[in-house]
């Protein structure tokens, strides 16, 4: 399977600010997703991120907040906006390779908003 | 309800016995399920795909029941190493790939 990695591991934001996550695969993958783990809770999906056009987002997420880029196809950001406490979460990014409908995750990034 | 539904446990099971988890999903027009398995502070790593006629990976199980819509794990002969989260997946395929996923389920397997 494709190789991910997410820069920043991990970091600690303060309220107001905005933090870019960066999501690299090693090879080129048609489909990007980007989910959301609360502390102790399962993964949400925040959008799809679509290599040259908008980002597909799920009700609850909107672009203001969590603007996605998607330039190419191994590479894809996401922005997380103004934070406040309740953004302290693991951000991951994923990957659908060709055919199978399965999906393989980065290692995540882990927020934390003071 | 749910869209996926998991007892979240834990189940606590002594090395070499045989454990099943169950899952129960709402959407009946999902089209494709999987088990993933996390670790604590680690990224969700895909253990199975579950097929309409159940499939086997070793020691591990998977089941489907698109009737029910319930979805099964099994695994034999426990290792301190199957020690994790069992998170059950749906992939609802509503026009794109969307997964949802349950709250897992934590075991525990000791020596």
């Known amino acids: 399977s494709a190789v991910i990695s997410q820069k920043p591991s991990r970091d600690i934001c303060q309220r107001g600010t905005s933090l870019t996550i960066q999501c690299q695969v090693d090879?080129?993958?048609?489909?990007m997703f980007w989910y959301r783990q609360q502390p102790g809770q399962s993964l949400t999906l925040i959008a799809t991120a679509n290599q040259g056009s908008e980002a597909t987002y799920e009700s609850g997420f909107v672009i203001d907040k969590f603007p996605i880029s998607r330039p190419n196809l191994t590479f894809s950001t996401l922005t997380v906006s103004n934070m406040s406490p309740e953004d302290s979460s693991i951000y991951l990014c994923s990957v659908e390779e060709v055919g199978g409908g399965e999906q393989y995750f980065g290692p995540g990034t882990r927020l934390t908003v003071t | 309800r749910k869209e996926v539904e998991q007892d979240p446990g834990p189940f606590n099971v002594p090395e070499g016995a045989t454990v099943a988890f169950n899952c129960t999903y709402s959407n009946s027009a999902s089209q494709s399920f999987f088990w993933y398995r996390q670790d604590c502070r680690k990224e969700p790593k895909l253990l199975m795909s579950v097929y309409s006629s159940g499939n086997e990976d070793g020691r591990f199980t998977a089941q489907l029941n698109r009737a029910s819509q319930y979805i099964s794990l099994l695994i034999r002969d426990s290792k301190l190493s199957d020690s994790a989260t069992y998170l059950c997946?749906?992939?609802?395929?509503?026009?794109?790939?969307?997964?949802?996923f349950g709250t897992g389920t934590r075991l525990l397997v000791s020596p």
């Open positions: 997946v749906v992939n609802q395929n509503t026009g794109f790939q969307k997964l949802v």
């Open positions: 090879s080129q993958v048609t489909m």
